[in-house]
C-alpha cells in the first residue's frame, strides 16, 4: 500500500539552529497535511499543502510541496525551546482516501 | 473550538480483560478514528467511521472491534486485551473524509498486564 517515509526519526539542535524534517513518498500525493504533537500530548494539525511547488509560511515554520508532489519538508528557522516535539507529515491515500502518518521526527532543541 | 475527549488518559488492564475506550466530539463531525502509536511507527489507523452503524477497518483491525451508535461517541473495544495493545490511543474526528483536518483527542494510555 500507500507509505509515506519521514526522516529523520530524531533531531537535536541548539537553540537557534535550524531544522528539517523530509517526507517522501514513491508515489504522487493528492495533499499533504502536518501536525505537530509536544511532549505528553496529542497531535495538532499545522497546515495543508495541496498544489504542485506549494510554499506556505507560519512565523518560523516554512512548509514546501514539492514539484512532483511526492516529497514535502518542513523547515523551522531559529528554533526556540518551544519547538520541542514530534512533527508528523500525513498523505490522503489515493485508493482508499484514509490519511497514512509518517513515522515522525522528534526534536530536542537545547538551550 | 472542536473538542475531542477520550474516558481515560490512563488504564491498566490484565491480559484476557474486555477493554473500552470511548471518545466523544462535539462538533458534529461526520468522520472519527481510532489510531494506537508506537514509538517509530507513527500513528497507525485501527478502525474508522463515516456514520452513525458505520464502520470501516483500518490498516491494523485485528484484535480490536468499534461501536457508534450515536454521532458524537465513537468506542473502540479490545475484545481479549494481550499484552502487545500496551500502546498510546488516540481518537480524532473530521468533518469529511478525503484531505480535511483531523482534531485529536488526549489520548489514552493502556498498559496489558
Known amino acids: 500500500g500507500q507509505q509515506v517515509m519521514q526522516i529523520p526519526q530524531y533531531q537535536h539542535v541548539q537553540e537557534g539552529e535550524d531544522f528539517t524534517t523530509y517526507c517522501n513518498s514513491s508515489t504522487t500525493l493528492s495533499n499533504i497535511q502536518w501536525y505537530k504533537q509536544r511532549p505528553g500530548g496529542h497531535p495538532v494539525f499545522l497546515i495543508q499543502l495541496v498544489k504542485s511547488g506549494e510554499v506556505k509560511k507560519q512565523k518560523r515554520l516554512t512548509f514546501q510541496f514539492g514539484e512532483a508532489k511526492k516529497n514535502s519538508s518542513l523547515h523551522i528557522t531559529a528554533t526556540q525551546t518551544t519547538d520541542v516535539g514530534t512533527y508528523f507529515c500525513a498523505a490522503t491515500s489515493s485508493n482508499t482516501g484514509k490519511l497514512i502518518f509518517g513515522q515522525g521526527t522528534t526534536l530536542q532543541v537545547k538551550p | 473550538d472542536v473538542k475531542v475527549t477520550q474516558s481515560s488518559r490512563y488504564l491498566v488492564k490484565r491480559t484476557g480483560e474486555k477493554v473500552f475506550l470511548e471518545c466523544v466530539q462535539d462538533?458534529?463531525?461526520?468522520?472519527m478514528f481510532w489510531y494506537r502509536q508506537d514509538p517509530g511507527l507513527g500513528l497507525r489507523l485501527i478502525y474508522f467511521s463515516y456514520d452513525v452503524k458505520m464502520k470501516e477497518k483500518g490498516d491494523i483491525p485485528e484484535g480490536y472491534s468499534v461501536s457508534r451508535e450515536k454521532k458524537e461517541r465513537f468506542s473502540l473495544i479490545l475484545e481479549s486485551a494481550s499484552t502487545n495493545q500496551t500502546s498510546m490511543y488516540l481518537c480524532?474526528?473530521?468533518?469529511?473524509?478525503?484531505?480535511?483536518?483531523?482534531?485529536f483527542g488526549p489520548g489514552t494510555r493502556l498498559t496489558v498486564t
Open positions: 480524532a474526528s473530521s468533518l469529511l473524509f478525503r484531505g480535511y483536518e483531523q482534531y
Open positions: 462538533m458534529d463531525h461526520e468522520n
